[in-house]
């Protein structure tokens, strides 16, 4: 019998039925206030709630965005995932979470483009919109960015994970901060030296969270490609998508020639940050998946040049 038959010779109750049978009731009477005018509005109420909050808004949100690049390719649509917050003072109980969703959708309809003054404008405009002092806009998406072999020239894309965060007060302005978490790869320096032949390598992922100074300028600099050169130049050898025999053997002999442990990573990548001058100060991190033990390695650094 096909399914055809099957499904013809079962008699099912209509929809409405179905659903009395899985719990829906009849709804009930309506009592309270249809109009927004007429509605109790609890986050505005204003009385001592105990305690200021630092930060009070929505985390999570998804969205799709349109971000501009140095490398191919340089016009990119993505998805952003965005966390968006105020604080709020002790007299107010909470604030009104539909403006942040409201004030992004003004945003995409308007065609959403994410650099750094228009997420100044962003956050400043929010500000406004929750008659608050300040506001807070972080937003994290996947770079796509070309990378061809070393010796094929054969190109294909690989991603790092870029975020932004722009805090503005109407007191003391902006404050910038951006971040790139990106792969490479690493030899052990340990394994090769006591090793006859060979040695073991593995991926590691370099976290780098900057300060940008007040006058960096995202029309001269690419932020991303600069963090990606910071860590990717410092690395036993670079992750690429495409690798032929020729490309393999190239990348192989560079990590050998270049080994390094989580240790050096740190120190080298700060070193490059440290030469930038719209750098104010800086993070770095770098896990290494091992490739012969269950656990991984970390080593982080932290650095902040107005203290020097």
């Keep these: 019998m096909n399914q055809t038959n099957i499904n013809a010779n079962k008699q099912l109750p209509p929809k409405h039925e179905r659903h009395k049978m899985f719990g829906s009731v009849p709804a009930g009477p309506r009592t309270k206030p249809v109009e927004k005018e007429q509605m109790v509005d609890l986050q505005n109420t204003k009385k001592d709630f105990l305690f200021d909050l630092d930060a009070v808004g929505i985390t999570n949100v998804k969205h799709p965005i349109k971000i501009n690049s140095s490398m191919k ?158 860590s990717e130049s410092n690395a036993s050898a670079r992750i690429h998508p495409v690798l032929k025999r020729p490309d393999e053997k190239a990348v192989t002999e560079q990590a050998y020639e270049n080994p390094r442990f989580v240790e050096d990573i740190v120190r080298l990548v700060a070193a490059d940050l440290y030469e930038l001058p719209y750098v104010e100060k800086f993070y770095v991190s770098c896990q290494n998946e091992e490739s012969i033990h269950l656990h991984d390695a970390i080593a982080e650094v932290t650095y902040d040049k107005t203290q020097e």
């Design 73 to 230: 390719p340089e016009i990119q649509t993505t998805i952003g995932t965005f966390r968006f917050s105020s604080s709020i003072g002790k007299g107010s109980k909470g604030t009104n979470m539909s403006r942040f969703t409201e004030q992004l959708d003004q945003y995409h309809n308007e065609g959403f483009a994410i650099d750094l003054e228009t997420l100044k404008r962003f956050t400043k405009e929010l500000a406004a919109r929750l008659k608050q002092k300040d506001a807070e806009v972080e937003v994290t998406y996947p770079w796509f960015f070309e990378r061809k072999g070393p010796f094929s020239d054969l190109a294909g894309m690989n991603h790092a994970d870029a975020t932004m965060k722009v805090q503005y007060h109407e007191d003391t302005g902006y404050d910038v901060e951006v971040s790139l978490k990106g792969t490479i790869t690493t030899l052990c320096p340990c394994s090769k030296e006591i090793s006859e032949y060979s040695a073991h390598n593995q991926r590691g992922q370099v976290t780098m969270s900057v300060k940008l100074t007040d006058d960096f300028d995202e029309n001269q600099t690419d932020w991303k490609a600069a963090l990606l050169e910071a």
